[in-house]
């Protein structure tokens, strides 16, 4: 079983930062960060192997965001820095339990989701 358990969403200006939290439980391969804005698709934003170092990002975010982990305290981050309006999005902590296949697809695991809100 896994559980997962996202922190640090919130509203800032546009060229702001935020730290994202996700405290992970159970067994997981590979965790990711997806996010989801309002009449929009869910679309992956970063992923990272587990225990690992190699990470993925989605073109829009490469070079502003940056996903890492603390293994042993079992916690996951997202650090966006140089928000834009268009990264205002429901931000969801993911989990999934193989490492076969296409990185982005197959999560199985989700956490509550923590609302950010970029304005300009």
């Known amino acids: 079983q896994v559980q997962l358990v996202e922190s640090g969403g919130g509203s800032v200006q546009a060229g702001g930062s935020l730290r994202l939290s996700c405290v992970v439980s159970g067994y997981t391969r590979i965790l990711g960060w997806f996010r989801q804005a309002p009449g929009k698709e869910r679309e992956g934003v970063a992923a990272i192997y587990t225990g690992g170092r190699t990470t993925y990002y989605v073109d829009s975010v490469k070079g502003r965001f940056t996903i890492s982990q603390d293994y042993a305290k079992r916690t996951l981050y997202l650090e966006m820095n140089s928000l834009k309006p268009e990264d205002t999005a429901m931000y969801y902590c993911?989990?999934?339990?193989?490492?076969?296949?296409?990185?982005?697809?197959?999560?199985?695991?989700w956490g509550q989701g923590t609302q950010v809100i970029v304005s300009s």
């Open positions: 993911a989990a999934k339990k193989h490492t076969y296949g296409d990185v982005w697809a197959d999560f199985g695991y």
